[in-house]
């Protein structure tokens, strides 16, 4: 059976590294400085159980072993797209230790869904203020395994077309495929796994998109994350990123700016790294462009003590009203002309392209049954295709590609 996990991470709670372990590492991991904890390893399907035969059919299905563990160690799997159910209000809290899922470190789980919880409210109350019309509606949502999520989607606002950020905690085992999927390194983490063998997993995670009606503001994406697997395996990932229709150089200034000052407070190089990572991740392949101009995205963010990595993704969190901002209210009422406006609209269409195609957030959900609203709320309403479409020459749309094609430094 499939499992249901919305990423937020492009997506998280899961979109998306090189500070990891080539494999899953099994028994204790440490957690803390002078801190670890134990859980039950991964068995292979090749190991031996020591149950015996059943006799007949209907003790066979009682006792037959689940792929990849022993029947009484397998987590719980994950149910499918449809099994999400609507609830009116969100519980005071999503992280339950009986849930399923690995042991692990409970405090940061909590921790860091109380930090994404804040993080929603904020943002959401700080773009209803700059539409000045629109308003967020909040869905709350279970998963009858363990977890469930909030997503605030506005739709029909002044300023903006739609806007979502969608917290989610889930909980389950999930299948090697679907580890490949959610990270940059999850292929070299599956190996030496048995056929057939799932991975539990906790994930936690606040994502967005925001969309404006205008041609001269930007697209808008953010994700942080925290991921727990099997064997005491954890990290961090994220980022925020911009996707404009033309260029500003002072608004590059400014957004890339500040997520360098937020980078800076806690490591000299994250910001050369994770901007050039962001650089690559946004890549949309077949097109040999980049879907905007970046920002700055991290993965697998496991090489120093978790509490330094948690203070980095609640700043660089409370950085996105700072970072996107004075961009929307400068350019909000800017006038602009159907052409423009087309030309938004196929940008748009390569937003399109990129997070169906490339973005692990997404793919990773539609594999596994996550909520598709959720999963799909990163989605334009509108956008475009225009066959062997043709920038003219020295057009301002003509520089936008020339960036999205090279990228440049900002600061």
Not at 6 to 17: A, E
Not at 273 to 285: G, N, P, Q, S, V
Request: glycine letters at 10%; one cysteine or more; charged letters at 30%.
């Amino acid at each position: 059976m499939k499992i249901a996990i919305f990423l937020l991470f492009g997506g998280y709670v899961i979109s998306t590294s090189d500070a990891f372990t080539a494999a899953i590492p099994r028994g204790t991991f440490p957690m803390q400085q002078g801190q670890t904890f134990q859980n039950s390893r991964v068995l292979s399907t090749t190991e031996e159980t020591e149950t015996t035969a059943p006799e007949t059919t209907a003790d066979a299905e009682k006792e037959a072993p689940v792929e990849g563990k022993k029947a009484k160690d397998a987590p719980p799997e994950m149910l499918g797209w449809d099994t999400h159910k609507p609830i009116d209000e969100a519980p005071s809290t999503l992280v339950r230790d009986s849930d399923g899922g690995p042991d692990g470190n409970y405090p940061m789980r909590s921790k860091f869904e109380k930090m994404i919880r804040d993080a929603q409210i904020k943002i959401t109350k700080a773009i209803e203020e700059i539409d000045g019309e629109g308003k967020f509606k909040e869905d709350c949502w279970t998963r009858e395994n363990g977890g469930g999520g909030m997503s605030r989607v506005m739709t029909g606002g002044k300023v903006f077309e739609k806007a979502g950020v969608n917290l989610s905690v889930v909980y389950g085992s999930m299948p090697q495929e679907a580890l490949q999927a959610a990270t940059e390194r999850g292929v070299d983490r599956a190996k030496g796994m048995a056929p057939g063998e799932r991975v539990p997993f906790f994930a936690c995670g606040l994502s967005s998109v925001m969309h404006p009606r205008n041609p001269f503001c930007p697209t808008m994406h953010f994700n942080y994350r925290y991921f727990e697997t099997d064997g005491g395996v954890w990290w961090f990932g994220g980022g925020t990123d911009i996707t404009p229709s033309y260029i500003d150089e002072d608004d590059m200034k400014h957004f890339h700016g500040s997520y360098k000052e937020v980078c800076d407070r806690h490591d000299p190089k994250y910001y050369e790294e994770f901007k050039a990572w962001a650089d690559r991740y946004f890549l949309i392949k077949h097109r040999g462009e980049t879907r905007g101009f970046g920002g700055i995205f991290f993965d697998d963010q496991n090489d120093r003590d978790p509490e330094k990595l948690f203070e980095f993704a609640k700043d660089a969190l409370d950085n996105v009203v700072t970072a996107y901002g004075p961009i929307i209210e400068k350019h909000k009422n800017d006038e602009f002309t159907e052409k423009q406006k087309q030309w938004q609209l196929m940008r748009r269409g390569r937003y399109v392209e990129f997070n169906l195609v490339y973005d692990r957030g997404t793919v990773f959900g539609l594999k596994t049954g996550g909520r598709i609203e959720s999963i799909l709320m990163s989605l334009p309403e509108t956008a475009r295709w225009e066959y062997d479409h043709q920038v003219d020459p020295g057009s301002p749309e003509a520089e936008f590609l020339e960036v999205c094609k090279n990228p440049r430094d900002w600061v």
